[in-house]
Nanobody, 125 residues
Framework: VQLVESGGGLVQTGGSLRLSCKAS????????IGWFRQAPGKRREEVAC????????YYADSVKGRFAIHSDIAAKTAYLQMNRLNPEETAVYYC???????????????????WGEGTLVTVSS
């Protein structure tokens, strides 16, 4: 399984970015894809997930109304549209496959999850 993130970069406060997560080596259409982020010196936190099998999506409270996740099954790519970004959201953003995604939560097992290398998002003030 390989996951490759792209789309990170530098953006001003209030700006937008769209991250991509290209997957290979897995049955993309039946797996759930999650986005996480980790800021310097902080623990990793969940951002959003999408269950490609049934379209269920989940968002962390901190991003609801500003971020949108969707997938292109044919392209085996998941996207995270991020709007109205603020400096506190500067972090490395990771996508992961084989999370468990429900309306209320995203969970995963360390034994089965697959991580991408991450893409850096920097929000300037």
């Amino acid at each position: 399984v390989q996951l490759v993130e792209s789309g990170g970069g530098l953006v001003q406060t209030g700006g937008s970015l769209r991250l991509s997560c290209k997957a290979s080596g897995l049955r993309f259409g039946v797996h759930a894809i999650g986005w996480f982020r980790q800021a310097p010196g902080k623990r990793r936190e969940e951002v959003a997930c999408i269950s490609n099998g049934d379209g269920t999506v989940y968002y962390a409270d901190s991003v609801k109304g500003r971020f949108a996740i969707h997938s292109d099954i044919a392209a085996k790519t998941a996207y995270l549209q991020m709007n109205r970004l603020n400096p506190e959201e500067t972090a490395v953003y990771y996508c992961a496959a084989a999370v468990l995604c429900s309306i209320r939560s995203m969970t995963y097992s360390d034994d089965t999850i697959n991580w991408g290398e991450g893409t850096l998002v920097t929000v300037s003030s």
